[in-house]
T-cell receptor
Framework: DVKVTQSSRYLVKRTGEKVFLECVQDMDHENMFWYRQDPGLGLRLIYFSYDVKMKEKGDIPEGYSVSREKKERFSLILESASTNQTSMYLC????????????FGNGTRLTVT | QKEVEQNSGPLSVPEGAIASLNCTYSDRGSQSFFWYRQYSGKSPELIMSIYSNGDKEDGRFTAQLNKASQYVSLLIRDSQPSDSATYLCAVTEYSGAGSYQLTFGKGTKLSVIP
């Protein structure tokens, strides 16, 4: 079974802090993704990566950056956390583009106060 | 903007009945279709993938795809209270330059009444 592990289940940060969300997958997947999920808005893609050191903006990249230095690890960075970034953050990976499903981590519930 | 539409529900069915969840999508070129189940406070988990027209069965779950009508559905037979969750439809579409985009619907909340 694919395992996608997110480093924290719950996180509380203060406005203006730099926040790192870590994600590791153990199945040698090429593709990794970061989503946020908010009530009524569904899943929204922040950033994705199809290869090491490669990144592409999703639908809502503003206020976020990412890092993929190793194939198995994809980090989401909130440069200066704001209250409107309070959300559930979901990391996912997939084997190939196009016909492979996403496998999600357990999620990180981030609260910015 | 590519769209995946689902009725938000809630859809309430009695225990033992068939639950029918529907999804329509806008891109005729879509090739891959997925259903995810998401319990409250948890992450989505994959329950079905379907790639060609027709039905695909897995236990109590049946996915149905009709590309001509741009419609994909999920049937849950003998519904159980443990099936109560939000069901997300996801559709993969080619977005050009060798890239694919997975678009999620906002989900249908299913409630199975004992």
């Amino acid at each position: 079974d694919v395992k996608v592990t997110q480093s924290s289940r719950y996180l509380v940060k203060r406005t203006g802090e730099k926040v790192f969300l870590e994600c590791v997958q153990d199945m040698d997947h090429e593709n990794m993704f970061w989503y946020r999920q908010d009530p009524g808005l569904g899943l929204r893609l922040i950033y994705f990566s199809y290869d090491v050191k490669m990144k592409e903006k999703g639908d809502i990249p503003e206020g976020y950056s990412v890092s993929r230095e190793k194939k198995e690890r994809f980090s989401l960075i909130l440069e200066s956390a704001s209250t409107n970034q309070t959300s559930m953050y979901l990391c996912a990976s997939s084997l190939t583009q196009g016909d492979s499903p996403l496998h999600f981590g357990n999620g990180t519930r981030l609260t910015v106060t | 903007q590519k769209e995946v539409e689902q009725n938000s529900g809630p859809l309430s069915v009695p225990e033992g009945a068939i639950a029918s969840l529907n999804c329509t999508y806008s891109d005729r070129g879509s090739q891959s279709f997925f259903w995810y189940r998401q319990y409250s406070g948890k992450s989505p988990e994959l329950i079905m993938s379907i790639y060609s027209n027709g039905d695909k069965e897995d236990g109590r779950f049946t996915a149905q795809l009709n590309k001509a009508s741009q419609y994909v559905s999920l049937l849950i037979r003998d519904s159980q209270p443990s099936d109560s969750a939000t069901y997300l439809c996801a559709v993969t579409e080619y977005s050009g330059a060798g890239s694919y985009q997975l678009t999620f619907g906002k989900g249908t909340k299913l409630s199975v009444i004992p």
